[in-house]
């Protein structure tokens, strides 16, 4: 047995057995006793924000969100820096066979997927979702249009431009909401905007407005990354 | 009751994820790897993570499987 196996055997055991000694003392799921939620409820109360989650991601912890998006601004970077676009345009003509049970559900869904994304990011301060869930719901209700069977229809429908102008402005815009609060609150991406009342949608201060900016730069950003792949992978064979 | 489908959600969580890694077909994977999203977000759904559920649902089973499907379009004709 070599040595590098005796060590990565030794770390192993040692990663097993911290994982045992931390399951056995974890609460079971689903019991009342709950420390974070306890600490957490009380906060999203104050700041007026009925989804907890949203409260710590956009309120709480806004700094950490701003970082996770941050994450998704590299990826897309880092796709547009090593993915350049072929020179010719990919010519696809469809030429794949799509069920029409599909299409139709494609269709169908389309509006519905879309209309749910925009829900779910305007309503990510009150309801289970936020700009994050919301923006890739958008995104990914949007290539139903390829799965509908028209890459010709997506590419047309895909203004790519605007969506990389809408991905960098929303990510700026968010920098500028955590300046403007530490401009006037005093600290990085404090809540400077009215409360409101609990449960309106024009409440939770700048919880609704951080979310709307993640929710437009991760649909776009997402939009963006897709029709690199999608140009790379569509065209036609060299 | 709870406990029983938490029991199974996790099952089939273990059972998909099981299924991805013994899939060695980078296509069939792909599509293995949405069953696994698709399981992972029924499981999130029942330990109350909504938030998260939807996140796997969109990135998990239909974002990742898609750029992993390009990408072999794209490697495949080399």
């Known amino acids: 047995m070599r040595t590098r196996d005796v060590v990565g055997a030794a770390g192993l055991a040692g990663v097993a057995a911290l994982f045992v000694a931390a399951f056995l003392r974890m609460p079971a799921a689903g019991t009342a006793g709950h420390v974070y939620r306890d600490l957490v409820l009380p906060m999203g109360f104050r700041e007026v924000t009925p989804n907890l989650v949203s409260s710590v991601n956009f309120d709480l912890r806004a700094l950490d969100t701003l970082g996770e998006e941050t994450i998704v601004a590299a990826a897309v970077v880092g796709t547009l820096a090593l993915l350049q676009p072929p020179k010719k345009e990919p010519k696809t003509d469809g030429t794949g066979y799509v069920l029409p049970a599909v299409k139709l559900a494609g269709f169908l869904l ?61 990510t700026g815009l968010y920098v500028v909401t955590g300046l403007i609060g530490l401009g006037i609150g005093g600290s990085f991406l404090a809540n400077i905007l009215p409360l409101g009342e609990f449960g309106s949608l024009l409440s939770s201060g700048t919880v609704p407005v951080l979310s709307v900016l993640i929710g437009i730069e991760v649909a776009a950003g997402f939009v963006v990354l897709l029709s690199r792949f999608f140009v790379h992978g569509l065209e036609e064979p060299r | 009751m709870t406990a029983a489908v938490l029991l199974v959600a996790l099952a089939l969580v273990a059972a998909a994820g099981f299924a991805v890694v013994t899939t060695h077909d980078p296509k069939r994977q792909a599509i293995t790897l949405t069953v696994f999203s698709l399981c992972l977000t029924v499981l999130f759904v029942v330990f109350q993570a909504p938030d998260v559920a939807l996140s796997e649902l969109a990135v998990g089973a239909a974002i990742v499987p898609l750029l992993v499907l390009l990408t072999l379009r794209k490697t495949g004709k080399r």
Do not use: K, N
């Not at chain 1, 139903?144 to 990389?164: K, M, N, T, V």
């Open chain 1, 110 to 170: 389309l509006p519905v997927s879309v209309l749910l994304g925009i829900d779910i990011v305007v309503h990510g301060h009150l309801t289970p979702g936020g700009g994050f869930q919301g923006g890739v719901v958008l995104a990914t209700g949007w290539h139903l249009l390829y799965l509908s069977g028209s890459y010709r229809a997506l590419a047309r429908l895909r203004p790519i431009d605007w969506c990389e102008y809408a991905e960098a402005t929303a």
